[in-house]
């Protein structure tokens, strides 16, 4: 789930920005801090994906929040969304490597436009997803089987290390016959796990009706997806 903190201390523009987010984006996390130090700890418990960040804060500046934003978690995305009208802050900010940088009184569309790209980019961003069928797709990282819509990657459900290591090959060999005994070698498991492995990656995706795991005379599997 993509997570946002907002880092402003007025209340009403911080409370404005959460309520324009929550309208236009569902399954997201956005949390509202008022100063560096709440910030602080929401970034290092939370990992927040995206800061808007103003740059005038009660306890300091808002770039030095960004800087230390950045040695934690390089990848994230920084707006700065400020009162700050100024050449040489926006300069500051854009060479110190933020996303981009919005004055205030902003123009919430414009907002959302850039928010909605970054989540995009996010949602793709190094991830290992290989297509199974429809919009569903299978995170060969994590194990997580997700369904892709409203520009969101959504999850479904998690298959354990050897579910994952067993799907990935079949996927990876889809309407083709796999010898059980290439599985067994490839993952360095037991003969007798394989029974209780396929049961259970049949059970969690009995709701994918298009996708079948058949067992084969012989002691092969097939994967078969149907369009």
């Not at 404005?16 to 290092?44: G, T």
């Not at 969304?81 to 004055?103: F, M, N, P």
């Not at 999850?155 to 994952?164: G, K, V």
Request: aromatic share 10%.
């Amino acid at each position: 789930m993509i997570k946002i903190l907002i880092v402003e201390d007025e209340q009403n523009i911080a409370e404005n920005v959460r309520k324009l987010i929550k309208s236009r984006f569902n399954n997201l996390d956005v949390f509202v801090c008022d100063s560096i130090a709440s910030a602080r700890q929401v970034i290092y418990k939370n990992r927040p994906h995206i800061l808007i960040l103003d740059i005038n804060l009660p306890d300091g500046k808002g770039t030095d929040l960004y800087k230390e934003y950045r040695e934690f978690y390089p990848e994230g995305v920084v707006i700065f969304l400020t009162s700050i009208d100024s050449d040489i802050e926006k300069i500051i900010a854009l060479e110190l490597g933020a996303e981009d940088y919005i004055v205030k009184p902003y123009n919430p569309q414009e907002l959302l436009a850039k928010i909605n790209n970054w989540i995009k980019r996010i949602s793709k961003a190094n991830k290992e997803y290989i297509h199974i069928c429809s919009d569903y797709y299978f995170d060969k990282l994590s194990g997580n089987i997700l369904i892709y819509k409203d520009n969101f990657y959504h999850f479904l459900f998690n298959l354990t290390y050897n579910e994952s290591k067993l799907f990935e090959i079949l996927i990876c060999n889809v309407n083709k016959i796999v010898d059980i005994e290439s599985i067994i070698s490839e993952l360095n498991i037991d003969l007798s796990q394989i029974p209780v492995i396929i049961y259970n990656l049949r059970r969690k995706f009995s709701k994918i009706a298009n996708l079948k795991i058949h067992t084969i005379k012989g002691g092969k599997l097939k994967l078969v997806i149907q369009p």
